[in-house]
């Protein structure tokens, strides 16, 4: 699916079962409170904090929570996301091609995320 199929999708659901989109602000707050979630299950996955018991690891819907939030927000403010995410990479491009290889400390850490049979 591309960006721009996921706004339709979206909007169409919206449509048919959301009533109306929530104003921007609302949005806005639910999207904290997705990145929240998303937060409290990277830190128990990747961080020293353990899962509570009955607490789901559920990862995958808690990013796409964020990504509909954020389509959602697109949608209302009259965002086309598959033109800003071009002109968001050209951005990010012109400004750190180097910068990220020549890191040192990017370097020096570069292997600890890595896994070891995939080097």
Known sequence: ???EQAQTQVDLWIQK???RYFS???NMAILTEEVGELARIMARRYGDQSFKEGEKDNLDDEIADV???LICIANQTGVDLT???ARNLQKKTAR???RH???QKLKEHGDEHTDPEQV
């Open 1 to 3: 699916m591309t960006l």
């Open 17 to 19: 079962y959301g009533v």
């Open 24 to 26: 921007e602000l609302t």
């Open 67 to 69: 990504l509909w939030v």
């Open 83 to 85: 033109e800003a995410f």
């Open 96 to 98: 750190d091609c180097e």
């Open 101 to 103: 290889i020549n890191n």
